[in-house]
């Protein structure tokens, strides 16, 4: 699993309900957060990166996707340097770990509707 369920529901107060509506807010809105990501590194804005994936950390933190928190910290601090090198090479990791954080998170949405 590519978050960590405990983190999520202590995240949610312990809110079983909270943690589904969490879920539905992300899968919802990771792909403009994407997206702004992947254009701030296409047109090398730094300031744009460093907001953009500032936006992400929370959610990230919040339900305990440390692997694509690592990336998403790795390209905050690229934005703040101003040195965007190695922004592509970090972004396609986090697209792949977001990629699987997805797949598991509709894992959850079945495993709670049955």
Do not use: C, W
């Not at 995240?11 to 309900?17: K, L, M, R, Y």
């Not at 943690?19 to 992947?38: A, T």
């Amino acid at each position: 699993m590519n978050y960590d369920h405990n983190k999520l529901l202590e995240s949610a107060g312990g809110d079983v309900e909270l943690v589904g509506e969490l879920i539905g807010i992300f899968r919802k809105e990771h792909p403009e957060l994407l997206d702004r990501i992947e254009q701030a590194i296409q047109e090398n804005q730094p300031q744009q990166l460093h907001e953009a994936a500032h936006k992400f950390k929370s959610p990230l933190s919040t339900m305990g996707a440390y692997a694509a928190l690592d990336q998403i910290v790795a390209l905050e601090t690229m934005g703040i340097n101003e040195d965007l090198k190695q922004a592509g090479i970090v972004f396609e990791r986090l697209k792949k770990h977001i990629d699987i954080l997805v797949t598991d998170l509709a894992k959850h949405d079945r495993v709670s509707i049955k």
